[in-house]
C-alpha cells in the first residue's frame, strides 16, 4: 500500500509540473501572440492613416462593394469627397443623388458594368457637391476567388476639377495665342491690301488713263493692228485696276460698317455719271470735317478734281449710309 502510495504522488507530482509548464508555454504564447496582433495592429493603424492622408492629399476616395451581400463600404476620403459626415449610410442611391442630371444615365451605366458585368471603369463624371459642379475620375478593378468568381469590386473617385479648369485655362491661353497672331497676319494683309488700292487710285490708274488718251492720238500714226492690240492692252489694264478698286470699295463697306448688304448704282443721267453705294451697316457722321479715316476724303479729293460733287447721308436711326457721287460729262 506504502509503494502504491509514494507511485501515485510521484506520478501526481509529474503531472502537476507538466501542466505548469504547459500552462507557462500557453501564456508566453499568448504573450507572444499578443505582442504580434498589437503591432500588425499599429501597424494596419499606420497604414490606414496613411491611406486617409494620402486621400486628403489627393483629393480622392476608395470604395469596396461586396457582390454577395451587395455591402458598399466608404473610405473616409469618399465622405469627404460628397461632404458626408464620415460612417453615414453608403449606398449606389447616395451617390447618384449627387450626379449632375445630364450624367445619370452614365452613372447607371457604370454602376451596371462593375457591379452586374464585372469589368473595370475608367470613366469621369460630373457631381453637384456644395453647391458647385466638380469632376471625378472614376477607376475600378474585380477581385476573384481561386476559382477566377468575381467577389469584391475595388475602385476610386479622383476629384479632377482643378485639373480640367487649368486645362482649359491653358487651351483659352492658347486659343487667345494663336487669335492674336492671326489678327496681327490680318492687319498685315489688308494694310497691304490699302497700300496697293491707294497706289492704284493714286497712280497706276492715272497712269494708264492718260496713256490711253494720249495714245488715242496716235491711231493714224501706226499700223492698225499694232493701234488695236496695244490699246485692248491699255482697256484690260484700266479696268483691272477698277476691279481691284471696286473690290476694296466693298472691303472697306464690310469691314467698316460691318454691313450685311450693300446697294451699287451707275447710271447716266442729264449730263452726269451718278455713282450711289448704299448699306446696311452702322451709320457715320454726314460731316466730314467729322470723320478720322483718310478713305472718303480722298474720294472727296478725287472728285473734285473731276468738278464732281460728293455727298454722303447718314439717317438719324443710325442705321445705313448711302454715299453719291455726281461726276459730269465732258463733251468731246
Do not use: C
Given at each position: 500500500?506504502?509503494?502504491?502510495?509514494?507511485?501515485?504522488?510521484?506520478?501526481?507530482?509529474?503531472?502537476?509540473?507538466?501542466?505548469?509548464?504547459?500552462?507557462?508555454?500557453?501564456?508566453?504564447?499568448?504573450?507572444?501572440?499578443?505582442?504580434?496582433?498589437?503591432?500588425?495592429?499599429?501597424?494596419?493603424?499606420?497604414?490606414?492613416?496613411?491611406?486617409?492622408?494620402?486621400?486628403?492629399?489627393?483629393?480622392?476616395?476608395?470604395?469596396?462593394?461586396?457582390?454577395?451581400?451587395?455591402?458598399?463600404?466608404?473610405?473616409?476620403?469618399?465622405?469627404?469627397?460628397?461632404?458626408?459626415?464620415?460612417?453615414?449610410?453608403?449606398?449606389?442611391?447616395?451617390?447618384?443623388?449627387?450626379?449632375?442630371?445630364?450624367?445619370?444615365?452614365?452613372?447607371?451605366?457604370?454602376?451596371?458594368?462593375?457591379?452586374?458585368?464585372?469589368?473595370?471603369?475608367?470613366?469621369?463624371?460630373?457631381?453637384?457637391?456644395?453647391?458647385?459642379?466638380?469632376?471625378?475620375?472614376?477607376?475600378?478593378?474585380?477581385?476573384?476567388?481561386?476559382?477566377?468568381?468575381?467577389?469584391?469590386?475595388?475602385?476610386?473617385?479622383?476629384?479632377?476639377?482643378?485639373?480640367?479648369?487649368l486645362e482649359g485655362e491653358n487651351l483659352q491661353m492658347r486659343l487667345n495665342q494663336q487669335k492674336t497672331l492671326l489678327l496681327g497676319i490680318l492687319d498685315a494683309q489688308e494694310e497691304e491690301r490699302r497700300r496697293i488700292a491707294e497706289s492704284l487710285h493714286n497712280g497706276v490708274g492715272q497712269l494708264l488713263f492718260a496713256a490711253k488718251l494720249n495714245f488715242d492720238r496716235m491711231a493714224t500714226l501706226v499700223p492698225k493692228e499694232v493701234f488695236q492690240g496695244a490699246n485692248q492692252l491699255l482697256d484690260e489694264a484700266i479696268q483691272e485696276t477698277r476691279r481691284v478698286s471696286h473690290e476694296e470699295l466693298l472691303t472697306n463697306v464690310t469691314k467698316h460698317a460691318e454691313a450685311t448688304s450693300a446697294d451699287i448704282l451707275l447710271i447716266q443721267e442729264d449730263g452726269e455719271i451718278i455713282l450711289k453705294v448704299r448699306d446696311n451697316g452702322k451709320g457715320i457722321s454726314s460731316k466730314l470735317d467729322k470723320l478720322t479715316g483718310i478713305g472718303l476724303r480722298t474720294i472727296q479729293d478725287r472728285v473734285q478734281l473731276l468738278n464732281g460733287t460728293f455727298s454722303l447721308h447718314a439717317p438719324d436711326t443710325g442705321i445705313g449710309t448711302q454715299v453719291t457721287v455726281q461726276i459730269p460729262i465732258l463733251a468731246r
Open positions: 500500500l506504502l509503494a502504491w502510495t509514494a507511485a501515485e504522488f510521484v506520478e501526481r507530482h509529474r503531472a502537476v509540473q507538466a501542466l505548469e509548464q504547459l500552462s507557462a508555454g500557453l501564456e508566453q504564447q499568448v504573450q507572444e501572440r499578443t505582442a504580434q496582433l498589437n503591432q500588425s495592429t499599429e501597424s494596419l493603424q499606420k497604414h490606414l492613416a496613411q491611406l486617409q492622408q494620402a486621400e486628403e492629399v489627393a483629393q480622392m476616395g476608395s470604395w469596396e462593394y461586396d457582390i454577395a451581400s451587395g455591402e458598399l463600404v466608404w473610405s473616409t476620403g469618399m465622405y469627404r469627397l460628397l461632404g458626408l459626415p464620415a460612417g453615414s449610410p453608403a449606398s449606389s442611391e447616395t451617390y447618384l443623388s449627387y450626379v449632375i442630371d445630364a450624367d445619370k444615365p452614365l452613372a447607371k451605366r457604370l454602376m451596371k458594368q462593375a457591379w452586374e458585368q464585372y469589368e473595370p471603369l475608367n470613366d469621369t463624371l460630373r457631381l453637384q457637391v456644395d453647391g458647385q459642379v466638380h469632376t471625378f475620375h472614376i477607376r475600378s478593378v474585380v477581385l476573384r476567388n481561386d476559382l477566377g468568381e468575381p467577389v469584391k469590386v475595388l475602385g476610386l473617385d479622383l476629384d479632377v476639377s482643378e485639373v480640367k479648369r
